[in-house]
């Protein structure tokens, strides 16, 4: 017979499952149907992110989804550190940004992952999600380009958390990037030739 699965791996499948659904949650999807709006996935770029929301011209469902998308992150790694431990807690977060990237619901085909990214970074560090915020800010108001800012900012981010932490957030966000870099592959060839969609811009 097999050996029955240790009670640290089971918590961590279990932390890992939890966080998933969470951030399997496609906000984008659910609020523009509800609004009554076309299907978020035929507009633009077929995100289902905050960004191409925003292409729809509804400012509004943009913020909402952008809001959403965040807090499912949040959720997972606070309620999971709230009855575990921080280490648990960042495999939640892991999860939750897996399940925003690959939703069980919409065949895996989800987002590319930068609100959900805040928001795990919000609930695991609040100071690093201020400074994320800061340079995305800052390149998005100089550029226009969304997902610039983005790649900007989450680069910097593990260097930020490296400066701050002495525990393995740095390893968790240095994934993360790798993962959201991968994601954003198709934006950054279109940067590089200049044809990049950029924020406001309608489809």
Known sequence: MDAPLSPPLVATAVALLFGYLCGSIPFGVILTRLAGT????????????????????????????????????????????????????MVAGFGAFVGHLFP??????????????????????????????????????????????ALIASAATPGVLLAASSG?????????????WIMHRDNIARLMQGTEGKIGQKA
């Open 168 to 180: 393995y957030e740095p390893v968790l966000f240095g994934a993360l990037t790798v993962i959201l």
């Open 38 to 89: 076309q299907d978020i996935r035929s507009v633009g770029s077929g995100n289902i992110g905050a960004t191409n929301v925003l292409r729809t011209g509804n400012k509004a469902l943009a913020a909402a989804t952008l809001l959403g998308d965040m807090l499912k992150g949040t959720a997972a790694v606070l309620i999971v550190l709230y009855f575990t431990s921080r280490n648990l807690a």
């Open 104 to 149: 069980v619901w919409l065949h895996f085909k989800g987002g590319k992952g930068v609100a959900t990214y805040i928001g795990i970074l919000l609930g695991l560090a609040w100071p690093a999600a201020l400074a994320f915020c800061a340079i995305w800010l800052a390149v998005a108001a100089v550029t226009r380009y969304s997902s610039l800012a």
